[in-house]
């Protein structure tokens, strides 16, 4: 089992930055890819972005070119920094871990707010 903890939520005015982080504990060896989901009130969860062992990242449409996600093997961690931050991006961010045979385990997730 992996265990992780998201932090870093918070109010923002639009167009500020915010960066979220991720830490993982537990049997992580064998975590293969790391990311983002996100999840606004009354809309379904979406991903936001992905980074795979080797580095590889993928991002959604929605904030390609103002978030980046990076990953340290070493320190267990993944950050997702976010800057030009929109209304539109106010959500709940969780972060997940993928392993072998299909298994995601789930952060509790950490709210953005951006409003004036």
């Known amino acids: 089992q992996v265990q992780l903890v998201e932090s870093g939520g918070a109010l923002v005015q639009p167009g500020g930055s915010l960066k979220l982080s991720c830490v993982m504990s537990g049997f992580t060896s064998n975590v293969y890819a790391i990311g983002w989901f996100r999840q606004a009130p009354g809309k379904e969860r979406e991903g936001v972005a992905d980074i795979s062992r080797s580095g590889r990242v993928e991002y959604s449409d929605a904030v390609k070119g103002r978030f980046s996600l990076s990953r340290d093997s070493a320190k267990n961690t993944a950050d997702l920094q976010m800057n030009s931050l929109k209304p539109e991006d106010t959500a709940v961010y969780y972060c997940?871990?993928?392993?072998?045979?299909?298994?995601?385990?789930w952060g509790q997730g950490t709210q953005v707010t951006v409003s004036e």
């Open positions: 997940y871990a993928d392993r072998p045979g299909g298994v995601r385990n």
